[in-house]
């Protein structure tokens, strides 16, 4: 079992999160709301309108979103979706948790201060103008940004 925070379209309530319950793909279990303790540029880019962290750490903000714990089959799922390496890149990340939710267990709940580690898709591979972007601390597809999340196809990135 790995961790993995999402912070984009994977999140509950956004146009990916159904991927995350699909239990022919593997499992996930909702850990945790929680924060990066570094910041992240988090912006919207593409033709699509895709959230994407970039792995520039010490720029833009904290990030909120989800912690999950995934199974083996969920994870390489989620590095197809991810299109990783190419588009994503799987790294560690640090957390703070905001609340604990759902399905964690005592050794994770005592974690010092809230303090954990989980995956992260973050990219390096990126328009040169994309950290000049508007970053964000928290992705909402219905956000008032005003883009407009379109997904890409069955196997598109979040």
């Known amino acids: 079992m790995a961790r993995v925070f999402v912070y984009g379209t994977l999140k509950r309530g956004?146009?990916?999160?159904?991927?995350?319950?699909?239990?022919s793909v593997g499992t996930a279990q909702l850990l945790a709301s929680a924060v990066t303790t570094e910041r992240f540029p988090l912006v919207i880019a593409g033709e699509n309108n895709i959230p994407f962290l970039l792995n520039l750490p010490g720029q833009g903000q904290k990030v909120h979103g989800e912690l999950y714990r995934v199974d083996e089959r969920l994870l390489n799922f989620l590095d197809d979706f991810e299109q990783?390496?190419?588009?994503?890149?799987?790294?560690?990340?640090?957390?703070i948790v905001k609340e604990w939710l759902g399905q964690a267990d005592d050794e994770e709940r005592s974690a010092a201060g809230g303090v954990t580690e989980a995956f992260v898709y973050s990219t390096t591979t990126y328009q040169p103008d994309w950290p000049s972007l508007p970053h964000y601390e928290d992705y909402d597809a219905h956000g008032n940004h005003g883009l407009v999340y379109i997904c890409p196809g069955p196997a598109g990135p979040t």
């Open 14 to 23: 956004q146009p990916n999160h159904f991927r995350m319950l699909n239990e």
């Open 84 to 95: 990783t390496p190419t588009l994503y890149q799987r790294t560690l990340v640090t957390l």
